[in-house]
Structure formats: structure tokens, C-alpha cells
């Protein structure tokens, strides 16, 4: 009889393995972190001001604090397992991403980088951390946005292709359009050029990949329903169900947030706007897709991400700056989480 009963142990517990196995978590987090810049001054780059003698008096008691805050944060971002992959715009360099990967307590998580090199005037670039047992990388690619005569360079896209766990290919881009500076619809146009952009490069995969799993994610400084982003690039939130879901078409992931006074991801003069974006194709939303999206994604809202209100006002990002004023905070921005399956 306890021989029985051990069998049956083993029998449930090899049950429970197998559904474990059989849905394996494939994480993203998405993250503008406020002026990630190194403490010297990069030749040909506006970035004096992130130096000791500048107007932030970025130092490096200061730079190795911000660097703390955000390992800190990606740790706690992927749970008991580390997040897959970790999008990043406001970065100034590889030599940052060295720092916070490796020497950092970020570093026994084994993380790599990739990171561009844009023309951008302040030096700032995008980047993606990644897990190379869970997303190994197969080619790499940095897209330029030209903008029209007389405007200030912007960031490149970042394309990312890499292979999963399952041998099959995600691609991924990592934005950070052109910011509003001068106003909303001032700044518009050079959004749109970047959107543009990003839809011909997604619907060139479209065309090329038989089974496309495409995520884009970052910073658009725009909303959902702004024309960059629900005319230019066409996506949308999907649809109920999935028969109407198209496969070669970009869908936005839904952000959801566990606090009701938190409903974006950057917080201006009291107002929330949703600026930070996932999208993916409508393959991944399929039931039959080798890596399976969910269609919402989380804001996430630890403690120590938020500055709390006082008489009354909601929270806002806990930033490192407010002005020139240092607050010793992680960003003016809350990441982006989203779950996929497979």
C-alpha cells in the first residue's frame, strides 16, 4: 500500500512538471529610464549637462545610485525568474549597459545587451537586454528615421531577431519616437515619419516570415488614439476573439494597472497619458502560435516606482529629476510588463 501511494505521488507530481512545462513563461519589460548617461562627456554630443559640472551635477555617487534603483527593479520586474527581455530607451551607451549588467546586482542574472548608435544631438540611443538561454539573437539591425530638413536628429530603431527555446524566430523593435517638444501636434509630423518607418519594416516581415511573431514596444510619445499610432502604424486593440484577428496586422496589448490612481505610464501636471506601448502581430494572439500573447499588459506600480501624492493629488513617477532639482528616483516613466506563452 505505501508503495501505492508513493506511485500516485509520483504519478501527480509528474502531472504537475508537465503543466508546468507545458506553459513556460516568456517575459517583456519596456522601460524609458530617465537619462541613463555615463559621467563624461561624449565628443560631438549636448550631454555637458550630464556631467559633475553640469547643471545636474551628475556625479558618480549619483550615477551608481540610479544604477542600483533600476537592477533593483528588473530583478523584482521578472518574479522568481528573470524577464526574458528588457527594453530600454535613454540610454546613453554600451558602456551604462555594461555597468548595470555586470556590475550591478543584475549581474548574477547573466543578462546581455544589445545597444544602437544613433545621431540623436544628446547621445541618447535604445537598447534591449536579453536572456541568451531563452532568446538567442540571429541578426541585428539599426533603422534610421530621417527627419525633414532643419530638424533635430532623432533615435534608430532598434530590430532585434533572435531564436526561442522553441527554434522558432521573434522579432522584436525597440522605439523611441521623436519626443513633443514644441508641442503635440507641432512635433506630430516627425512621429508619423517614424511610424511610417516601423510599419514598412514590420510589413516587409509580414511578407517575408511564414509564421511572423513581431513585438514592438518603447516610447512613442504618443497615445493610442493619436494619428501616429492608430493611422500611420494601424494598430489597434484587438478584437474579441480570434477569428477577427489578422494575422499581418500590428495589435496593441492593452496596459492594466493594479492601482486605480494609475492609469499611464508618464504623469504630466497631474495627468496621466499611456506614451509607452507594446504591440504585437496578430500571430502571436493566435491559439495555434508556437508563443502565445496575452492581450493585456501590466503597468507596474511597486512602491518604490511612485512618489505619492500629498492633499489629495495622485502619485506620479518617482523621477531622478524634477527640473534640474535631484530627487534620487528611478524615472519620470513606469515600466511596461507583458507575458507571453509557449
Known sequence: MKHFFFLCGLFALSLQCSAQLAQRRFRIVEHNVENLFDTLHAEGKQDVEFTPVGNYQWDSRRYWSKQGRLARLYAAAGGEVPADLIALCEVENDSVLYDLTCRTHLARLGYKYICTSGPDVRGINVALLYQPLTFSPVSIDTIAVPLTAGKRPTRDILHVAGRLATGDTLDVFVCHTPSRSGGRRASQPNREVAARILHHSTDSLFRLRQHPLIVCTGDFNDESKNRPLRRTLGAAFAPEGTKRVKADRLYELRPLSARRDVDGTYSWRGRWYELDHIFVSGT????????????????????????????????????????????GGISDHLPLCADFWY
Open 284 to 327: 502571436l494572439l493566435s491559439n495555434t502560435s508556437p508563443l502565445r500573447s496575452e492581450r493585456t499588459c501590466q503597468i507596474l506600480t511597486f512602491p518604490f516606482l511612485l512618489k505619492e501624492g500629498n492633499d489629495g493629488k495622485r502619485p506620479a513617477p518617482f523621477r531622478t529629476y524634477l527640473g534640474t532639482f535631484y530627487q
